[in-house]
């Protein structure tokens, strides 16, 4: 199973993609969610697992992001997030997640949100260094890096 994931904001460009992202995905092998924060985020994942208990391969969270967050996900829980994904049926040391939100790959002061989530997920995690368009599930992400 794969995911991709966006928040429920109002941001403008956001809106476009989760209008685009939530017709894509069931079309493309893809399961499309939709969350309010990283608690309901983990809370449909989990739900989706009891579900459907196939492995999941990849996460996608598409957001907005810098060196300390991707949306919801930021250094003051990226570890209990990760952890708390980690626990979930389906999800191992295999499963890939991308943070795909811009420069969430970056160092920042020595923290950096895409490295402190692998160090808790323990598993392959993906973050960008630069400006980010695209998604890495459609294979239409660009990054430029500034």
């Not at 697992?49 to 391969?57: F, L, S, W, Y």
């Not at 907005?64 to 996900?73: E, F, K, R, Y």
Request: with cysteine; aromatic share 8%; proline share 3%.
């Amino acid at each position: 199973m794969r995911i991709i994931a966006v928040p429920r904001d109002e941001n403008d460009v956001l809106t476009d993609e989760r209008l685009r992202l939530s017709v894509w995905a069931p079309a493309s092998d893809w399961t499309y969610l939709e969350y309010a924060d990283v608690f309901d985020l983990l809370a449909q994942i989990s739900a989706l697992q009891a579900a459907d208990p196939r492995a999941v391969i990849e996460i996608e969270i598409v957001a907005h992001g810098n060196p300390a967050l991707c949306d919801d996900v930021s250094l003051g829980n990226a570890a209990v997030v990760a952890e708390s994904l980690r626990r979930i049926a389906g999800i191992s040391k295999t499963t890939t997640v991308y943070l795909s939100g811009c420069n969430t790959g970056l160092d920042f002061n020595g923290d950096c949100i895409g490295r402190s989530f692998a160090a808790a997920f323990e598993a392959p995690v993906f973050g960008t260094r630069g400006y980010l368009a695209g998604t890495h599930a459609e294979q239409t992400e660009q990054c430029v890096a500034s």
